[in-house]
């Protein structure tokens, strides 16, 4: 797929919704360490990789993303397990694959983050690159439609990133997203519509921002993306309530311990489906083109999002109707036991 094409599918108001957010749904589900962070289910469990893209697909998302985030060298490095680097990025990307030709949807390769960069190190440079080179060639020899990168703090990673998706990608097009870590600017000094500005200019087919910040505060951030950008921009926030204060999850305290909140606590700072509803709608009006949820994402999130971009994916079969609620619905279709005190009492009324 060229980038000409990826193009296409933008023009008229096309949009591609997208599901991420593989590692915490896989921790939450005890199938995965927090701390590490490593997709070690890829080959440990790969039935369940394969189930959760197809419920991802079923909720709406229109690509499928090979699961090889953080399953780079420097992470498999640090739990002993570097050996199985090829085989985990094989792995993954042939379950992608598979469930994006069986359900007609993108497959998207992916690589991030290394967590050694360092902009003042150009001995590291050459690390990181020849780290992206290897999950590169392995996404093309997948056949996989566009390479994701994504979760860069520092603009220098991200143009590293990019330029190895040029050099090895074989005309696979490159989305680009960098993470908003609690100011307005990259951590090299940047401004985030300027750093977009600069990867769409190098040649990245679609750039924004991904994971670390919430809906809230990764908005105003998109609204100069969107003015500074020509082409399409991107916008995967997490699922969790930033603001102005803590404008990312890492930097969330829990109302009750007083305690930093990532990761142990963050369920009880989860976004609402209202919230995210209303996150979908911003997007839509501000002509994001390529939308979805990070860190925290799961179905019933992902089906909302779907739905404002005026898409029905299966799931919205069973999308909420509360007409049918006992307490909330229309009484007069009731059985005429109905009791209506019961209703009232679960209601607190």
């Given at each position: 797929m060229d980038s000409d094409i990826f193009q296409d599918l933008f023009k008229n108001g096309n949009a591609l919704v997208v599901a991420e957010g593989y590692l915490f749904e896989f921790e939450r589900r005890g199938y995965l360490r927090a701390g590490a962070f490593v997709p070690e289910v890829v080959t440990e469990h790969p039935e369940l990789v394969k189930q959760l893209h197809e419920e991802f697909v079923h909720a709406g998302s229109d690509v499928v993303l090979a699961f090889t985030y953080y399953g780079h060298r420097e992470k498999l490095r640090l739990i002993g397990k570097e050996d199985q680097l090829e085989v985990i990025n094989r792995k993954a990307l042939d379950i992608a694959g598979e469930v994006a030709r069986a359900t007609g949807t993108l497959f998207a390769?992916?690589?991030?983050?290394?967590?050694?960069?360092?902009?003042?190190?150009?001995?590291?440079?050459?690390?990181?690159?020849?780290?992206?080179?290897?999950?590169?060639?392995?996404?093309?020899?997948?056949?996989?439609?566009?390479?994701?990168?994504?979760?860069?703090?520092?603009?220098?990673?991200a143009m590293i990133a990019l330029e190895v998706i040029k050099e090895f990608g074989k005309g696979a097009p490159a989305v680009i997203t960098l993470a908003a870590c609690g100011k307005d600017s990259t951590m090299d000094g940047i401004p985030f519509e300027d750093a977009c500005l600069q990867l769409e200019e190098a040649g990245a087919a679609v750039v924004g921002l991904n994971?670390?910040?919430?809906?809230?505060?990764?908005?105003?951030?998109m609204a100069k993306i969107r003015k500074t950008c020509k082409g399409p921009i991107a916008c995967l926030p997490v699922t969790y309530r930033t603001n102005d204060e803590f404008p990312t999850m890492q930097s969330?305290?829990?109302?009750?311990?007083?305690?930093?909140?990532?990761?142990?606590?963050?369920?009880?700072?989860?976004?609402?489906?209202?919230?995210?509803?209303?996150?979908?709608?911003?997007?839509?009006?501000?002509?994001?083109?390529?939308?979805?949820?990070?860190?925290?994402?799961?179905?019933h999130y992902l089906r909302v999002v779907a739905e404002i971009y005026g898409r029905s994916p299966p799931a919205s079969k069973f999308s909420p109707d509360m007409t049918q609620h006992f307490m909330y619905g229309d009484k007069t279709k009731f059985h005429r036991y109905f009791h209506e005190e019961t209703a009232r009492a679960f209601q607190c009324a």
């Open positions: 390769g992916n690589i991030c983050n290394t967590t050694i960069y360092r902009r003042n190190d150009p001995d590291t440079f050459q690390i990181v690159r020849d780290m992206f080179k290897e999950q590169v060639v392995w996404a093309v020899e997948a056949g996989v439609d566009f390479i994701v990168g994504e979760t860069f703090g520092e603009f220098g990673e994971c670390a910040r919430g809906p809230k505060s990764i908005m105003p951030l969330l305290i829990d109302p009750e311990t007083k305690k930093q909140a990532f990761p142990y606590n963050l369920p009880a700072q989860c976004s609402s489906r209202s919230e995210i509803e209303e996150f979908a709608k911003e997007c839509r009006d501000l002509g994001v083109e390529y939308v979805g949820l990070c860190c925290g994402n799961c179905s």
